[in-house]
């Protein structure tokens, strides 16, 4: 690690409850992606010991100021913030909607989106919109369309009207329309 391009707090101890922290408290390290291939992720600003919270622009400032507005939204969601300098662990989203239809996720994957379900992590937030965010709109609309038709091909079920909701919501009704047991 370079570390002229460490910018750290100048408390020694930091005595504000855990909630009121600011960004100002945390060691913050700046440096240049040089494998970057997009000018917009060629600069990244980055809180040590806390995985995820970084921010990317096409120079400095712009990073620092993205990862201003990826701080501010954690303290938002979040009642604490964790100490700085101290270690945080890298939180998963839940994974039990999903993991709960685990059977038939497997066969979703395979036969619609051509996936192996086990060669990756999709928890109850994924949409499947994931499975292509960077292509442009016209093919996403091409991709989404094309998942519709291959899910009432082969569950005869449309699923236009729930196609933006979380996957594991998805799979959840399919599942329900496709039970024999259900009343109509």
């Known amino acids: 690690m370079i570390l002229k391009n460490l910018i750290i707090p100048f408390t020694l101890i930091n005595k504000r409850k855990h909630n009121s922290l600011k960004i100002s408290d945390y060691p913050v390290f700046y440096y240049k992606n040089k494998n970057a291939r997009q000018e917009n992720i060629k600069f990244s600003a980055r809180i040590l010991f806390w995985p995820g919270m970084i921010g990317h622009g096409k120079n400095f400032k712009e990073a620092f100021d993205k990862l201003c507005e990826n701080f501010d939204l954690y303290q ?11 270690k945080k662990e890298l939180e998963f989203a839940s994974d039990e909607k999903i993991l709960k239809n685990e059977c038939f996720a497997v066969e979703f994957f395979d036969k619609i989106l051509g996936i192996d379900f086990y060669k990756g992590f999709f928890s109850d937030e994924t949409y499947l919109e994931h499975f292509y965010c960077d292509v442009d709109d016209d093919k996403k609309e091409k991709i989404k369309k094309g998942i519709i038709e291959k899910v009432k091909s082969y569950y005869g079920i449309d699923i236009r009207d729930i196609y933006d909701f979380a ?5 959840q009704f399919i599942l329900d329309k496709k039970s024999p047991n259900k009343a109509s």
């Open 76 to 86: 938002k969601n979040n009642k604490y913030l964790p100490k700085p300098w101290k």
């Open 167 to 171: 996957l594991a919501d998805i799979l």
